[in-house]
């Protein structure tokens, strides 16, 4: 199984439209990354949020982590089409030397 | 300052064949990571390099290996080509490779095997 697991996988939203993406890790999370992706392109970093009840923003996009609950929610606010692709979440667990474990993504389409 | 750049950005390579892949980090950063992006398996960390030393590894077959300059560039060989090693290999870069830094994705090089 995953060890961080994604909801929803797919969204479609109305422009406009609030919306969050939850990201659970089944092991204890020391901080967690933020990553949008195009398809078939490089990802784009968002955040990186490393304490418990942290929470940034950035545009109409914020994000938190939840260390007691082992999850982070990314909530985007007024949805536009500019915000459509794939979203991952990561963290990494090895404690020393970078090595990032990735969620399978959320893939989110916004109408116009 | 330039960011991570990958090239070629496409290749076509049959099966039983190897190839190469090339990754400059961003100015400064001297930690490099590589990743595997299918779209059954998702991102996978493949392997990370500082000073030319390989510090992680991830779970891929010997097939795949890699290496850093000193310039911190690096670059990531798959020998014997399968069918399942068609994917989007990205390349990662941060300041020195530590738990939890900011980490910068380049492009990636879209393989396929046939």
């Known amino acids: 199984s995953q060890e961080l697991e994604q909801s929803p996988q797919s969204l479609i939203v109305q422009e406009g439209k609030n919306l969050t993406i939850n990201c659970t890790s089944s092991?204890?999370?020391?901080?967690l990354y933020w990553y949008k992706q195009k398809y078939g392109e490089g990802l784009i970093f968002l955040m990186m949020?490393?304490?418990?009840?942290e929470e940034k923003s950035h545009e109409k996009i914020t994000a938190k982590l939840d260390e007691k609950k082992q999850q982070s929610s990314l909530h985007i606010t007024a949805s536009q089409p500019s915000h459509a692709g794939i979203y991952l979440c990561?963290?990494?667990?090895?404690?020393?030397?970078?090595?990032?474990?990735f969620g399978i993504g959320t893939k989110l389409q916004v109408i116009p | 300052k330039a960011g991570v750049t990958q090239t070629p950005r496409y290749l076509i390579k049959t099966r039983g064949q190897q190839v190469t892949l090339s990754c400059s980090p961003i100015?400064?950063?001297?930690?490099v990571s590589w990743y595997q992006q299918t779209p059954g398996q998702g991102l996978q960390f493949l392997f990370e390099?500082?000073?030319?030393?390989?510090?992680n590894k991830g779970n891929f077959p010997g097939r795949f290996s890699g290496r850093q300059f000193s310039n911190s560039r690096s670059e990531m060989n798959v020998s014997t080509l399968e069918l399942g090693d068609s994917a989007l290999y990205l390349c990662?870069?941060?300041?020195?490779?530590?738990?939890?830094?900011?980490?910068?994705f380049g492009s990636g090089t879209q393989l396929s095997v046939l």
């Open positions: 990662a870069s941060s300041l020195a490779g530590l738990f939890n830094e900011k980490l910068f």
């Open positions: 990561g963290a990494d667990f090895s404690g020393g030397y970078q090595k990032v474990t």
């Open positions: 100015s400064g950063h001297r930690s």
């Open positions: 092991k204890t999370l020391y901080g």
């Open positions: 949020l490393q304490k418990g009840g």
């Open positions: 390099y500082f000073s030319e030393t390989q510090r």
